[in-house]
T-cell receptor
Framework: AQKITQTQPGMFVQEKEAVTLDCTYDTSDQSYGLFWYKQPSSGEMIFLIYQGSYDEQNATEGRYSLNFQKARKSANLVISASQLGDSAMYFCAMREWNSGNTPLVFGKGTRLSVIA | ETGVTQTPRHLVMGMTNKKSLKCEQHLGHNAMYWYKQSAKKPLELMFVYNFKEQTENNSVPSRFSPECPNSSHLFLHLHTLQPEDSALYLC?????????????FGPGTRLTVL
């Protein structure tokens, strides 16, 4: 079974509008972390935001916020006031921790295109 | 500033060549990772090193040989590759300290096998 599911292969958003990128996850661990990365066409994976499974507040980093709904096992990324430079691939990832340090597992990604 | 560097950034090689990819992290991390990213495929974990010890080999063919001489350096030695090995190879590092342990990535090496 897929650990991370991103159901939107591609999304379009108007500049200055907000956009939500969906991510659902599957784990039986109680302790885990959720991450979002941005990958521009240059290829580098850029860390955006982190949410821990025990965090009660939704994480925010500047224009990025993570809408964490634990019971639904969803960790959607919200980008406010979209900019042209936000056009990129976005990956959701998870680290399970009950077994100790394990590498991140990534979803297939969503390609976001910001339109002027 | 990424803190993780990879060289070369681009590499073209024939199937009979031997080449190496290099990754260096300047973040004081203890874990390093190799990922492969092919077109239209999700990111595939290849190898994991924790404190210089290989802790994961994700069924990678033996034509890919990793080496981690210390916590700051990671190599991927390539030999007798196939055209389907053409991909973006990404290196990452992390502290290996908990569920919030963020992996930081290098810019990648774009490999083309002819």
């Amino acid at each position: 079974a897929q650990k991370i599911t991103q159901t939107q292969p591609g999304m379009f958003v108007q500049e200055k509008e907000a956009v939500t990128l969906d991510c659902t996850y599957d784990t039986s661990d109680q302790s885990y972390g959720l991450f979002w990365y941005k990958q521009p066409s240059s290829g580098e994976m850029i860390f955006l935001i982190y949410q821990g499974s025990y965090d009660e507040q939704n994480a925010t980093e500047g224009r990025y916020s993570l809408n964490f709904q634990k019971a639904r096992k969803s960790a959607n990324l919200v980008i406010s006031a979209s900019q042209l430079g936000d056009s990129a691939m976005y990956f959701c990832a998870m680290r399970e921790w009950n077994s100790g340090n394990t590498p991140l597992v990534f979803g297939k990604g969503t390609r976001l295109s910001v339109i002027a | 500033e990424t803190g993780v560097t990879q060289t070369p950034r681009h590499l073209v090689m024939g199937m009979t060549n031997k080449k190496s990819l290099k990754c260096e992290q300047h973040l004081g991390h203890n874990a390093m990772y190799w990922y492969k990213q092919s077109a239209k495929k999700p990111l595939e974990l290849m190898f994991v090193y924790n404190f210089k010890e290989q802790t994961e080999n994700n069924s990678v063919p033996s034509r890919f040989s990793p080496e981690c001489p210390n916590s700051s350096h990671l190599f991927l030695h390539l030999h007798t590759l196939q055209p389907e090995d053409s991909a973006l190879y990404l290196c990452a590092s992390s502290l290996a300290g908990g569920p919030g342990d963020t992996q930081y990535f290098g810019p990648g090496t774009r490999l083309t096998v002819l």
